[in-house]
């Protein structure tokens, strides 16, 4: 019944004077009840302080009882009070009750044991407007669930954070592997292409270097080396060689300018030949020329199929 309203002298004082005017009853007290002479005597402040010590006493589980109910009757601000107030004095008990049960379990921090959403709006608002009607408790049992539910929210915010800046790192590792494999990869295709290039070339000059090795062969090895290898040194080296052991350059005679282009068909069994001259000119591998055509200078040459006829420009 004492709270920051109301002094524990001044409470003791008025229910001594409701108590002597037989107004309420305690477990010293008897019984009696004088309809409107007594409530006469009492003033408007000890009626007030009455009203506050009637609730308190009854949340608190007090001896302190209505006499009768003429009390009530006679009585419109504790009437008042008690029809407003019940849905007060509800909360209230639900939160001792809570708060009790958390104190005798010893009062863990566990979420279980806290009041969380709806429950602790409610606490929190009967807080805020009746902290003098709660016990240290029902108080302390608040404020310990405010802090968890703080630090839960917070904890929800930081994986809030954490969780997309991992899934981005995590993103980023798996883009930089993956660039790197393919960057590993494409090396990987280049080193086999100069390797084989590189073998290709050492295949022709072993075909050059022997007595009855095929020039044409070394040849056509070379240009496939310089073609699919990168151009790589020894696969130009075994070109020039493969030519130079023909002697192509003396046996086409026949333009009057630089060769820009040499193309064979695809059998193998003709030589095309474009010149600065404006010419291209056909050559049987093995015998002569077959045919000349007069064209515009650097033309591009092409085969459709290995017929001398099919030999033409783009």
């Known amino acids: 019944m004492v709270n920051s309203a109301f002094s524990r002298e001044l409470v003791e004082q008025t229910l001594e004077k409701l108590v002597a005017a037989k107004l309420v009853v305690t477990n010293q007290s008897e019984i009696w009840l004088s309809e409107g002479e007594n409530l ?54 639900r939160i001792e009750q809570v708060a009790q049960e958390w104190n005798n379990v010893g ?16 606490a929190e608002d009967f807080l805020s407007h009746y902290s003098d009607d709660l016990s240290a408790l029902a108080q302390r049992y608040i404020t310990v669930s405010q802090e968890e539910s703080y630090r839960a929210r917070k904890e929800l915010r930081s994986l809030q954070i954490a969780v997309p800046s991992v899934l981005l790192v995590a993103l980023l590792v798996t883009f930089n ?91 193998q069994n003709y030589l ?21 055509d007069n064209l515009q200078p650097l033309k591009i040459l092409s085969w459709t199929d290995s017929s001398p006829d099919a030999a033409a420009t783009k």
């Open 177 to 267: 592997q993956y660039r790197t494999a393919v960057q590993t990869q494409a090396e990987k295709d280049y080193q086999l292409q100069v390797s084989t290039s590189r073998e290709r070339a050492a295949i022709a000059q072993s075909i050059l270097q022997e007595p009855d090795g095929d020039p044409m062969a070394a040849l056509l090895i070379s240009r496939l080396a310089a073609e699919q290898g990168g151009q790589t040194f020894e696969a130009q080296s075994s070109l020039r060689a493969a030519l130079q052991d023909l002697r192509l350059q003396l046996e086409l005679h026949g333009h009057q300018a630089a060769v820009h282009q040499v193309e064979f068909s695809p059998d």
């Open 40 to 93: 006469a005597n009492i003033s408007s402040a000890e009626k007030a302080l009455a009203v506050a010590s009637f609730a308190q006493a009854w949340l608190c589980q007090e001896t302190i009882d209505v006499a009768h109910e003429a009390l009530i009757r006679n009585w419109s601000l504790l009437r008042g009070w008690l029809d407003e107030n019940r849905e007060v004095l509800r909360r209230q008990r």
């Open 272 to 292: 095309a030949t474009a010149s600065a001259d404006g010419t291209v000119r056909l050559w049987a591998v093995n015998s002569h020329t077959i045919q000349t």
């Open 107 to 122: 009062q863990p921090k566990g979420v279980e044991y806290l009041l969380r959403g709806g429950r602790l709006i409610d």
